[in-house]
């Protein structure tokens, strides 16, 4: 009498963001996967490759990194766990396989930045993971013919690669990844599919994690590496692209009380928006960067709560952030939301209408600030940062940028900020642009 044991595998299909189980799911023979950083591109490889093995499938994934492949197999190890210790799969923890002996069944894990480094291997699903940073002719040299003999499946998988990946990059083309993707995209064989997520999309990544990544990237890392887009955008489609980030995107450091203030606001009931700036005066804290200078400003704190709070309750966050300092100017909205601004001075928080009515007359003043290095962003200004990092110009039906912002309505604290800054004139803020950070020289 035979008896037999049933064993739990734990693979993440609850866990699935929508873009990941797409790719997860699908039954194309070709997928290409255009993702952000920590958007769950390899939990979902690895989540694909259980499932197939699991079919009796023999899986190959490759990486070029180590780091990137100790993910994959933490995943595989750890959905596998046990029916490993079962006896039911043999594990190889040096080769990185795990297996079912006397079958073909298997999924191996290795690095590979080169064709010869993925030779001497088969499979009838392959995994090319960071597919940006691999030598090209590792697909078509040997991926190609692995899965010539039984019609296997391939799954390509990218960030946009970036100046931190340069580096390590093995591709003759760096754009190869991207060529594929919009080839893919365009196909009409039914054989490719082709997919685009953004880290945002991640339900499962922390937001203080995300939030600390955002702080140290550039904005054309940014859209790379967390919005995962390709070079064909343009930097001349971003709004604000004059804001030097390597310079005026500075640490936090404690502002003297007597620094003056300003206030920029965005209203609405579902996202109303505030932004709070200082007006430098020397002597300069220590603390602070020795290159700022007499009247430049620098945005402080942001507000973005959301939906459900009333005017009142806006007000006292607003007194409590300017408790003690002076606050010179408060200015927001449109010229047609005279009557909430009325709202806000009936508690005590007097807002002005802006001078400037256009907001691209608006948005001009505030780019011309920024050409003179006159705004400072302290770095934990995540929400705001992103916002100059996403903020598009609408292109025509030829791809080219209009004078219109894509989505205007989405970036509250930008709105905030020009609505503020466009009541300042280059008399006002005064001084000269400065030749280098380093270089102290005015």
């Known amino acids: 009498m035979t008896t037999s044991t049933e064993y739990d595998v734990i693979l993440r299909n609850s866990n699935r963001h929508p873009a990941q189980a797409t790719f997860v799911n699908s039954e194309y023979k070709r997928i290409i996967v255009r993702a952000g950083r920590r958007g769950g591109k390899t939990v979902g490889a690895a989540t694909m490759a259980v499932d197939r093995f699991l079919k009796g499938h023999r899986v190959l994934y490759a990486t070029p990194t180590s780091e ?42 290795k690095t590979a930045f080169n064709p010869d480094m993925l030779r001497g291997d088969y499979a009838d699903l392959l995994i090319l993971d960071e597919w940006q940073l691999m030598n090209e002719d590792t697909w078509e040299d040997v991926g190609v013919p692995m899965l010539l003999d039984n019609n296997g499946d391939a799954v390509f998988i990218y960030t946009p690669p970036s100046l931190r990946s340069a580096g390590i990059s093995k591709a003759k083309d760096p754009r190869h990844a991207a060529k594929m993707f919009k080839a893919a995209q365009l196909d009409t064989t039914g054989k490719w599919l082709a997919i685009h997520f953004t880290s945002h999309e991640n339900p499962f990544i922390s937001t203080e994690a995300l939030d600390e990544i955002i702080q140290d990237m550039s904005a054309e890392s940014y859209r790379k590496e967390i919005l995962a887009e390709d070079d064909e955008l343009e930097l001349s489609w971003l709004v604000y692209r004059a804001f030097k980030e390597d310079l005026c995107k500075i640490e936090r450091f404690a502002i003297p009380e007597t620094w003056p203030r300003y206030v920029g606001h965005d209203f609405g009931g579902a996202n109303p928006a505030a932004l709070f700036f200082a007006q430098v005066k020397l002597p300069l804290p ?38 003690e300092v002076d606050v010179l100017k408060r200015v927001g909205g449109s010229h047609q939301e005279d009557e909430i601004r009325q709202g806000y001075a009936a508690h005590g928080w007097p807002i002005s209408e802006p001078l400037i009515r256009l907001v691209n007359a608006q948005i001009d003043r505030v780019i011309g600030m920024m050409e003179l290095n006159k705004i400072w962003i302290f770095t934990d200004l995540v929400r705001y940062i992103e916002e100059l990092m996403n903020c598009l110009w609408e292109p025509d039906e030829y791809g080219k940028p209009t004078n219109k912002i894509l989505n205007e309505a989405k970036f509250h604290l930008c709105a905030a900020a020009r609505y503020l800054l466009s009541d300042f004139t280059p008399e006002t803020v005064g001084g000269s642009k400065p030749k280098s950070k380093r270089g102290g020289s005015w």
């Open 68 to 109: 990137q492949m100790g993910k994959f197999w933490f995943e595989v190890n750890r959905a596998l766990m046990a029916p490993i210790r079962g006896g039911v799969f043999k594990k190889n923890e040096s080769e990185h396989y795990i297996e079912e002996p006397g079958t073909e069944r298997r999924i191996k894990a």
């Open 286 to 323: 220590p603390e602070a960067p020795s290159y700022l200078r007499p009247n430049d400003l620098v945005a402080y704190s942001e507000y973005l709560p959301g939906a459900g709070r009333s005017i009142p309750q806006h007000v006292d966050e607003f007194q409590r952030l300017t408790r």
